[in-house]
């Protein structure tokens, strides 16, 4: 089965640090760039960073560069969004998502939550 | 950043009827490449989002064909031909020729 599945996501105190994983099966997870994407309840659709599919390129939102790093672990089909310094603004639903240009599948996971929260 | 304005952001509609959603963009979305990279995606309530329409035009692997997107440069637009029970949700355009990858607000399909 084609799938992402997020994980790692808590309450955590601001200014404390997460670490999201996704792990990906049934797709040649190697050859896609891999996004998080997140949501607050109610609200829209916010891309937070990428990573290419052989690592070597990395974004990020501005309103988390400085404060994440993303990495994968291609032998192990894995990406993590490491977040430090973390705010009350990044409460939301982080979704991994692989986000392709063009005529390509289309995954998306189910979602992890994070709520920054004293 | 580029700035993606969806409109409107709520759509009444009955059943059967058509709608249409615009996307414009603050910038154009031509990337280098010669390629217009503006995705749709649907957002059923309770489900992770998936995308309809790649590329402006292009249709996703099983998506009914009353989904047509449209438009060039700053200027796109969603269409639903005939709407159906299963169609409520959020809509939300995006675009992948720059970074940061930026989204729409969405606009929330309802029936009437």
């Known amino acids: 089965e084609v799938q992402l599945v997020e994980s790692g996501g808590g309450l955590v105190q601001p200014g404390g640090s997460l670490r999201l994983s996704c792990v990906a099966s049934?797709?040649?997870?190697?050859?896609?760039?891999i996004h998080w994407v997140r949501q607050v309840p109610g609200k829209g659709l916010v891309w937070v960073s990428g990573?290419?599919?052989?690592?070597?390129?990395?974004s990020y939102a501005d309103s988390v560069k400085g404060r994440c790093t993303i990495s994968r672990d291609n032998a192990k089909n894995t990406v993590d969004l490491q977040m430090n310094s973390l705010r009350v603004e990044d409460t939301a639903v982080y979704y991994c998502?692989?986000?392709?240009?063009?005529?390509?599948?289309?995954?998306w996971g189910r979602g992890t939550t994070v709520t920054v929260s004293s | 950043d580029v700035v993606m304005t969806q409109s409107p952001l709520s759509l009444p509609v009955t059943l059967g009827q058509p709608a249409s959603i615009s996307c414009r963009s603050s910038?154009?979305?031509?990337?280098?490449?010669?390629?217009?990279?503006l995705n749709w995606f649907q957002q059923r309530p309770g489900q992770s989002p998936r995308r309809l329409i790649y590329?402006?035009?292009n249709r996703d692997s099983g998506v009914p064909d009353r989904f047509s997107g449209s438009g060039s440069g700053t200027d796109f637009t969603l269409e639903i031909s005939r709407v159906e029970a299963e169609d409520v949700g959020l809509f939300y355009c995006?675009?992948?020729?720059?970074?940061?990858?930026?989204f729409g607000q969405g606009t929330k399909v309802e029936i009437k």
């Open positions: 590329k402006v035009s």
């Open positions: 990573i290419k599919s052989d690592g070597s390129s990395t």
């Open positions: 995006m675009q992948a020729t720059h970074w940061p990858r930026t």
């Open positions: 049934g797709f040649t997870f190697r050859t896609y760039w």
């Open positions: 910038q154009s979305l031509v990337h280098s490449d010669g390629n217009t990279y």
């Open positions: 998502t692989n986000l392709p240009m063009a005529q390509s599948l289309d995954v």
